[in-house]
């Protein structure tokens, strides 16, 4: 005899699988409640489904599958509330899964320390390596979508062939602004104008959940010290896991469509240390600058009103409180490298045309702004006003660190010497040349030693 469920249930199950259709509604709901659902059939979803549907408890994700459904306004109310923080954890812990495979990279509560806007060091570091998640289905430069929960759940393709629906949505639970419009029950425009209520039925968690991670977000991030590598101490930010993957749904569906001046060349696709350094080989004079604590510069309300020559108010001012902590950009958040970028893009064009003036080549990798050219003068005049240009951001140089070399000194752009060629600094190169010597006084000992490991090990 067939166990009665609740439409709570119903909804409960399609909360932390969506978007999803019955056929995967149903073997969750096997997996995590057997002895209620072992007889559960896929028509027997699909009538609750129908009925749900009428009530407007659910909609279609995408109006070209109509088998796939996500939660709507009414459905998220219709579950009481210990049904909704236990399928706000249950998602949220997929989703970082589904996050860390579209990134192909660590996702853990400590990481976040090549976020810091600092100009990038080896890391010989290692850790423990989690459940590996199973990749995304849709590779794209511009926008990383993530793969379902289910597939996260479930080390499979999926229960059925036509259950393998392709999850690469524009929202990711909705394929667009129309059928967000839908769940939304018309409280959000037919735009591209996202609050916390349609964010949260995009990302499938409860609006409240979303609402205490924006008025209290000192609750959910985790701040220590590290070590400078010339003395002193940095303040981390990293936000818990909850919150980080909120920020992480933020930065690959709605942040990826900033633009980002072609001068900068940190936290971006296909640009790193070497090509930022590329562009400054065999130059005469070089000037190294750095900006004065730099994502601790960037307030919330400047965030704010520069996402707002992009995005309305409503969503500019959304995004912005989600991705702070006491009003300023964190070091440590997977958002902030996006959000400098975007918040110095004016400033990067009006430098590099400067530049481009006075036949000077100027690149930036997170806070290190680099200028170069064959006349002295007119690299010290461009420091000047990129110096003049930032006050109207508010932001500062540090002068401390303020450095012009010529040829006949040794250049560094983001730890790259470029004097002629593009090769590590001398006393790195001394360095792996000293390891290899050694490396190699211990080889030529071994060959004289294999006898007696061979009479050790037959022992």
Known sequence: MKTELSTQIYAWALGIMQPASATIVKHFMQMALPDSCQDLETKDVKVQFAKMLKLGLISQSSEKIDYVYSLTWLGNLSMNNKLRVHRDKARLFLLKDAAQAAHKERFSEGRGLELTGDSPVMDLSSDKQSRRPIGQVVDSADLAYWSSTFKQLKHSAGPLPRSSFSTSFGLYSFASCNELQLACHNICPNTFDLDISSISLCIGISPSLLVSMSNKPEDHYRTYEIGKKNGGTRIIHSPRIFLKTVQYWIKDYILHSLNIHDSCHAYQKN????????????????????????????????????????????????????????????????????????????????????????????????????????????????????????NLYELKLNDSKTRVASKHGQQKVTGVVVNEKMQPPRKFRKKIRATFYQAKKILAIIPTRKKSCEDILVI
């Open 271 to 390: 640009k790193s240390i070497q090509t930022n350094a590329s562009m400054h080989l065999n130059k005469k004079f070089l000037a190294n600058v750095d900006i004065k604590n730099f994502f601790g510069s960037i307030s919330q309300e400047k965030l704010q009103n520069t996402l707002a020559t992009r995005y309305s108010k409503k969503m500019s001012q959304c995004i912005s409180r989600l991705c702070t902590i006491n009003n300023l950009l964190p070091q440590g958040a997977p958002t902030s490298p996006v959000l400098s970028n975007f918040y110095l893009s004016e400033f990067d064009a009006k430098v590099e045309t400067f530049c481009h003036h006075l036949q000077l080549d100027y690149t930036r990798y997170a806070d290190d702004l680099t200028i170069s050219g064959n006349y002295k003068d007119n690299v010290l005049k461009a420091i000047d006003f990129a110096k003049d240009t930032l």
